[in-house]
């Protein structure tokens, strides 16, 4: 059974789906007027590796993850680029693909856009006005918190404190339009020059709290299984989805809201944001380093907890990687020259099913990854001495490869090497290969540095030369 740790309950809950063997899964998605950071991609590949272990688990994954493709910020891009908002999005939601792919995201079972679902938006802020859960000033539409009770409950805040904090931060004109300072915008006033669409208030456009309402429940139903996003969305923004999709629906939003930790640079931990002005984009780092690493380091940290990114977290994350790509690359090498089958195989095979039951155990409680790669380092070591017999068996080889594959995946980790070489490139490790015979140690040194050079790494075993991409 997998246990949840519900932010809004503040306890570790087994995971009852709204209708058996199905999730309902609902992740905020990136405002797309730039190229993601790392901080933005370790909530995607977080979500990713929990959406790939429940698929592991045999669920049918209904993802939603949206696109906020106009806003202030997208606004002012647009401005900048002297682009259109909608050309900005498109921009960089091809980037967002392309850097996601390379990660080994899977796309989402469907990626919404604000700007396509505007008419569900102003259907939506309408039954809130009409219930008394919104009212409408001068163009502009507020949500009346004091109205939902419960408001505060997921940040664990009290409408008090929020309020005095309210009246700290707002400037006196917006505090002179709200009856409440910490009433939030559902519907914003169009001001000259920017996009907007035609609603009962006026040209406008959305908020941005109710974006997500909207296409969650369009897209998933009135109440879903799980919602995701960072830690920082916690509050303002899933505290207010609550608030507008349980006023509108009299139903509970979400049964579990799961949060990630943040990403933090270098040993002194400073948390890294574009406000801040000191984001690592994921656009700069994937043309220096392996995407496969980054994927690593990023999947296999407890998502809850936050991440130390830099040189000595990227380097931790190459020599872990390389261990379980060795020892895979070992135990598929050996099948070449192993037996059919052994007489022991009915132990060794069960050996590494235990290992693979507690791997799940602990991913079962809360997508444990840190004490799952324990257990996934403790199963390559076993595989490695289990490849270093004199005779092994093709039927433990190929159980135990398959397993380690399909946890891996989980990750979105690739362990296959790829099967076509260059045939010049081919050609060398078969020169090489007899120069080693002939003692010619000077040429196969050559051959050897230049295939370096080329990104083919040789390994000399005592089954024979194995290649692997650097």
């Known amino acids: 059974m997998i246990k949840i740790y519900n932010t809004l309950t503040r306890n570790k809950e087994e995971f009852q789906p709204i209708e058996t063997g199905k999730v309902k899964m609902y992740v905020c998605g990136p405002t797309v007027y730039n190229y993601i950071h790392i901080g933005n991609s370790r909530s995607t590949v977080a979500f990713d590796t929990i959406r790939r272990y429940f698929e592991y688990r045999g669920y049918d994954v209904n993802f939603v993850s949206n696109f906020t493709d106009v806003d202030d910020k997208i606004i002012r891009a647009a401005k900048e680029m002297k682009l259109s908002p909608a050309e900005v999005a498109d921009k960089f939601i091809k980037a967002f693909e392309h850097d996601t792919e390379a990660l080994e995201v899977k796309a989402a079972t469907l990626h919404p856009r604000v700007m396509d679902n505007i008419p569900d938006i102003i259907a939506f802020i309408q039954v809130l006005v009409d219930k008394g859960y919104a009212y409408a000033v001068e163009g502009d539409v507020y949500y009346r918190t004091e109205k939902f009770e419960g408001y505060g409950k997921l940040s664990d805040q009290s409408i008090k404190d929020l309020k005095i904090g309210a009246s700290e931060r707002l400037e006196e004109e917006e505090n002179r339009k709200k009856e409440n300072p910490i009433d939030f915008a559902l519907w914003k006033a169009a001001k000259e020059g920017e996009i907007s669409w035609d609603s009962p208030w006026g040209a406008g456009r959305p908020g941005w709290h109710i974006e997500c309402s909207v296409m969650a429940t369009k897209y998933l139903g009135e109440t879903i299984d799980i919602h995701g996003g960072g830690h920082d969305l916690t509050f303002p923004h899933h505290e207010n989805e609550i608030a507008q999709s349980e006023a509108k629906t009299g139903k509970t939003f979400a049964n579990y809201w799961m949060h990630n930790g943040f990403v933090t640079l270098g040993e002194s931990g400073e948390k890294m944001s574009k406000s801040l002005g000191n984001f ?3 656009h700069d780092i994937l043309k220096e380093l392996d995407p496969q690493i980054l994927r690593f380091l990023l999947a296999t940290s407890h998502y809850r907890r936050p991440i130390k990114f830099g040189e000595k977290a990227i380097e931790e994350a190459t020599i872990n990687l390389d261990k379980i ?50 257990v996934i380092y403790q199963f390559a070591k076993e595989l490695n001495l289990y490849t270093e017999r004199k005779t092994v068996s093709l039927n433990v080889l190929t159980e135990a490869v398959r397993v380690l594959q399909e946890i891996m995946s989980i990750f979105g980790i690739k362990l296959e090497q790829e099967t076509m070489l260059d045939e010049e490139v081919h050609a060398l490790i078969e020169e090489r290969i007899e120069a080693r015979k002939n003692k010619d140690f000077a040429r196969s040194d050559e051959i050897r540095d230049y295939l370096k050079d080329q ?6 075993t005592p089954q024979g030369t194995r290649w692997r991409r650097a």
């Not at 089958?341 to 079962?364: A, C, I, Y």
């Not at 990104?455 to 000399?460: N, P, V």
Request: aromatic share 8%; glycine share 4%.
């Open 455 to 460: 990104g083919i790494i040789l390994d000399d």
């Open 325 to 374: 790509k060795h020892a895979y690359l070992n135990a598929d090498y050996r099948k070449s020259d192993a037996v059919e089958s052994l007489d022991g195989d009915p132990q060794d095979v069960t050996h590494f099913k235990d290992l693979e039951q507690r791997f799940v155990k602990e991913m079962d409680d809360d997508f444990q990854t840190d004490n799952a790669m324990t």
């Open 280 to 282: 690592v984009l994921v």
